[in-house]
């Protein structure tokens, strides 16, 4: 159990253009949604959280209007990065919290690669 | 301020050593420590978590070790494999979010 997918696994788009990434819990339902964005060979970033049926909550830095963030269903968040630039180019991961007895746990998605050119 | 820190940075270990990663924490107001597994172009997975009225946590080859007082926890994988060749990130959370704040991450090497 505890499944979490992405798609897609890969995306090239030219600058300017938008780009919508989904992420999915497959057998659970999951209230809450964490995005990441991962640069090569270094840690995992929180960039927001997706909350089901309302706003997301930011990071600071992260700017709100470039990475949309929307939350539809318990299983369903989506990250659209609007007006795509190289800098934007890195790997972005997706986690789904599962409600657990004690601390809940997050579940990673298998991540998507993002390439702007 | 809320920040883990892990090392080594890089670890090579021979095909049945014993691997030890470290992590240490400054802010106490954690009360979750997970460790992940991620290889290339994958997303973490979680391997083992600890919460900090344990001392130790086993599950098969992996055991987490927890130091309240010293704020230091580390994941040591026994009898260590060519497929445990990936890297290693700890995390710790607050306890009043579900939020989590990674280490910098280990990158291990298994070699046969």
């Known amino acids: 159990g505890a499944v979490v997918s992405q798609h897609p696994s890969r995306v090239i788009c030219k600058s300017g253009t938008s780009v919508k990434i989904e992420c999915r819990s497959l057998?659970?339902?999951?209230?809450?949604m964490f995005w990441y964005r991962q640069f090569p060979k270094q840690s995992l970033m929180l960039m927001a959280t997706?909350?089901?049926?309302?706003?997301?909550?930011?990071e600071q830095g992260v700017e709100k209007d470039k990475f949309l963030i929307n939350h539809a269903s318990l299983t369903l968040s989506t990250l659209t990065v609007t007006s795509a630039h190289p800098e934007d180019s890195s790997f972005y991961i997706c986690?789904?919290?599962?409600?657990?007895?004690?601390?809940?746990?997050?579940?990673f998605g298998p991540g998507t690669r993002l390439t702007v050119l | 301020q809320q920040q883990v820190k892990q090392s080594p940075q890089s670890l090579i270990v021979q095909k049945g050593g014993i691997s030890i990663i470290n992590c240490a924490y400054e802010?106490?107001?954690?009360?979750?420590f997970p460790w992940y597994q991620q290889f290339p172009g994958k997303g973490p997975a979680l391997l083992i978590a600890?919460?900090?009225?344990?001392s130790e946590k086993k599950e098969g080859r992996f055991t987490i070790s927890f130091n309240k007082s010293a704020k230091q926890f580390s994941l040591h994988i026994m009898d260590s494999q060519p497929g445990d060749s990936a890297t290693y990130f700890c995390?710790?959370?607050?306890?009043?979010?579900?939020?989590?704040?990674f280490g910098t991450g280990t990158r291990l090497q298994v070699f046969p």
């Open positions: 802010n106490t107001a954690f009360d979750y």
């Open positions: 995390a710790a959370s607050p306890y009043n979010t579900d939020k989590l704040i």
């Open positions: 600890i919460r900090p009225d344990v």
């Open positions: 997706s909350n089901e049926g309302s706003k997301a909550t930011y």
């Open positions: 057998d659970f339902q999951a209230t809450t």
């Open positions: 986690s789904a919290l599962r409600l657990a007895g004690g601390k809940n746990e997050q579940f």
